[in-house]
């Protein structure tokens, strides 16, 4: 509100901007480079979940198949999550969030940034997963390793999009970690890991229709079971694009100044 009483109207979005997108990109992954247990929870943790998984079923290859490439998309979905929400959450606590946003800096620029500083984080851990799992941990799949990785590569994507939105709720890093059961137990529950959906309850089947990570899971199964690219994981690879778009973008109206 100015000096005569009257409300001041709100400043127009700023288009995004290549030049500030790779500019916070780079500011990001260079703070990222400082904190080294952070760079290993993301890239080694699916690695090493996966090979316990591999030996759990050391007497069952054919378990290890029909569930690892499932899980192959699961474990960077999470950390991603995990890791983005709370490191998000250190930035706005933190206020450098806040500085950000009083420069010349659009919130577009300011959430494509995040995006593609933990995607590039992203495509490495992803890669090294499928690499593992393929060629040292023999994951027999029917498909195409690139259309493994792909799959692999949007799950990740898309935790990275569920965490940049959920830490704009959280007040602290605490709270953060506790959002993970509320977004991402009730999809990995429902997403058929454990069992068929058409086999659940129509109720529970209808929920997770609506899911992503149902459909990451549609998704690798049909790497799992085809030799060629279906219609059907094309459909599921948009899907799960799709919702990571939109919520990067819910992400991006969800930021706010706390200060005027």
């Known amino acids: 509100m100015d000096t005569q009483g009257t409300t001041a109207a709100p400043a127009p979005p700023r288009p995004l901007s290549a030049s500030r997108t790779t500019a916070t990109t780079t500011r990001v ?54 890791v983005t929400s709370i490191a998000t959450l250190r930035e706005r606590t933190s206020g450098t969030l806040e500085r950000l946003l009083a420069m010349p800096l659009g919130k577009g620029d300011l959430i494509a940034g995040y995006a593609l500083a933990f995607g590039t984080l992203a495509v490495i851990q992803s890669a090294l997963a499928t690499g593992l799992a393929l060629w040292l941990l023999d994951l027999d799949v029917t498909g195409s390793p690139w259309l493994l990785l792909l799959v692999a590569l949007l799950d990740a994507l898309l935790g990275t999009a569920l965490g940049l939105f959920v830490s704009a709720f959280a007040a602290s890093e605490f709270q953060a970690v506790q959002f993970m059961p509320a977004v991402i137990f009730p999809q990995l529950l429902l997403c058929g890991l454990f069992t068929p959906r058409d086999n659940m309850h129509p109720a529970l089947e209808a929920i997770s229709d609506v899911l992503p990570m149902s459909y990451a899971v549609d998704g690798m199964n049909e790497v799992l079971t085809h030799t060629d690219m279906t219609a059907t994981f094309v459909r599921d690879a948009l899907i799960v694009a799709g919702c990571a778009l939109l919520v990067l973008g819910l992400g991006a109206a969800t930021l706010r100044r706390r200060t005027a």
Do not use: K
């Open 29 to 82: 992954l260079r703070q990222l480079g400082h904190d080294p247990r952070t760079i290993a929870l993301l890239i080694l943790i699916p690695c090493v979940m996966l090979f316990l998984l591999r030996y759990v079923f050391d007497g069952s290859p054919r378990t290890f198949d029909s569930i690892g490439a499932s899980l192959l998309g699961v474990f960077p979905l999470i950390t991603m999550f995990l």
